[in-house]
């Protein structure tokens, strides 16, 4: 929950430019305050057994709490009105409830933007393809009103960039989820300079520390400084033992490596067109 309240606020871990671990400051603190504040009123649903782990439709259904209207509000997606409008389709006995929406949560400083905008698709042609004057006119098909009217007959868990003809979805609005502008994220811009061997010894030291501030053993500082300290350590330590993989690539190739891991997850999908 803090690390989404720093990303809405455009913080980060570390730097991959300075490669430093920056978690003591006091906009982290503040994250992590809110963060605990709000698990600590119980007014987060926080599912002990960690959540749906299987079943069938229904089951899924069921352990929604907000599509069920056990839930005042929740975070969501335009997928989300997918969801509730196939559980009352399905369900016998569900019950419908009065739903509304508004934009956000955003960055208080950027009240107009968001960060939270990802493409669900983007379209391309390979260089020197044979067939580009046909992947050009499919591609001024797939971005023309003819589609863009086809399409909008089902949400398919993604909105459209072109806006005309997607309004609304089983009576609701759409228009929320185009209000704010979309901000740049650089949430993963250059951390494939962090050695992948970085997180497996990161982690545990967040852990460790986060469960002492859980248990109130510990201040939100003084976590947030060891966690600093301690990372920073294996930071430094992670791009000495990459530098040195580099410098002697026969090691290397001992160790069966083929090469690190960025870190970073794609939120979409490309398609290259040949």
Do not use: C
């Not at 803090?2 to 300075?18: F, H, V, Y």
């Not at 079943?55 to 509000?73: D, I, K, P, T, W």
């Amino acid at each position: 929950m803090a690390d989404s309240i720093a990303s809405t606020e455009g913080l980060r871990s570390i730097n991959p430019d300075t490669m430093k671990v920056t978690l003591n400051t006091d906009s982290w603190k503040k994250a992590y305050q809110l963060a605990i504040d709000a698990l600590d009123s119980n007014a987060i649903y926080m599912p002990k057994d960690g959540g749906f782990r299987g079943g069938s439709m229904e089951e899924y259904y069921q352990s929604q709490l907000f599509v069920m209207g056990r839930m005042a509000m929740t975070i969501g997606r335009p997928d989300n009105l997918q969801i509730l409008k196939q559980a009352r389709e399905s369900m016998k006995d569900y019950k419908s409830f009065e739903l509304g929406m508004v934009a956000g949560p955003v960055n208080p400083a950027e009240p107009d933007t968001t960060r939270d905008v990802y493409f669900g698709q983007i379209f391309g042609i390979r260089a020197n393809s044979p067939n580009a004057d046909a992947a050009w006119e499919l591609m001024k098909f797939i971005n023309g009103d003819e589609y863009a009217k086809i399409k909008s007959r089902s949400m398919n868990n993604e909105l459209m960039s072109r806006m005309g003809y997607s309004k609304e979805y089983d009576g609701h609005n759409l228009d929320v989820f185009y209000k704010l502008k979309p901000s740049p994220s650089n949430s993963y811009s250059g951390m494939e300079k962090i050695p992948s061997e970085f997180y497996g010894q990161y982690q545990p030291i967040v852990d460790r520390e986060l469960a002492l501030v859980k248990d109130k053993t510990k201040s939100i500082g003084d976590a947030l400084a060891t966690i600093e300290a301690e990372g920073q350590v294996v930071l430094d330590k992670a791009v000495k033992d990459a530098e040195a993989k580099k410098n002697n690539p026969a090691e290397d190739k001992d160790s069966g490596e083929v090469g690190a891991d960025t870190g970073e997850a794609s939120s979409g999908t490309v398609t290259i067109t040949n």
